[in-house]
């Protein structure tokens, strides 16, 4: 008898997403701290673009860094010609270059 080796079923769709949703939740709010912090900078972010912050917003990193308000982000944004829910993997090399370089 095979019974021995008998697979186990996949997971349901709506739990590998839970799943899935889960795991860019916990590594956002590493990267979150990690820029609170101040081990790794906003604009090092942008110009990295790493899996966890591709679909996060521009506002939602600039927001982390310490003394970083909605007004001053909001401020800021308006002047760099970017709104505040593009999202960091939306960005192009060229607006990610400004943007960092407007960061500094």
């Given at each position: 008898m095979d019974d021995a080796t008998a697979t186990i079923a996949p997971a349901p769709q709506h739990l590998q997403a839970l799943r899935r949703a889960n795991e860019v939740r916990l590594a956002?709010?590493?990267?979150?701290?990690?820029?609170?912090?101040?081990?790794?900078?906003?604009?090092?972010?942008?110009?990295?673009?790493?899996?966890?912050a591709e679909s996060m917003t521009i506002?939602?990193?600039?927001?982390?860094?310490?003394?970083?308000?909605?007004?001053?982000?909001?401020?800021?944004?308006?002047?760099?010609g970017l709104t505040e829910t593009k999202t960091v993997g939306s960005m192009t090399d060229r607006q990610r270059?400004?943007?960092?370089d407007d960061l500094k």
């Open positions: 956002r709010a590493e990267l979150k701290r990690r820029v609170a912090e101040g081990r790794v900078t906003a604009g090092e972010v942008i110009l990295a673009c790493p899996w966890e506002a939602e990193l600039l927001l982390s860094q310490n003394r970083w308000g909605a007004t001053r982000c909001s401020r800021f944004l308006t002047n760099s270059c400004a943007l960092a």
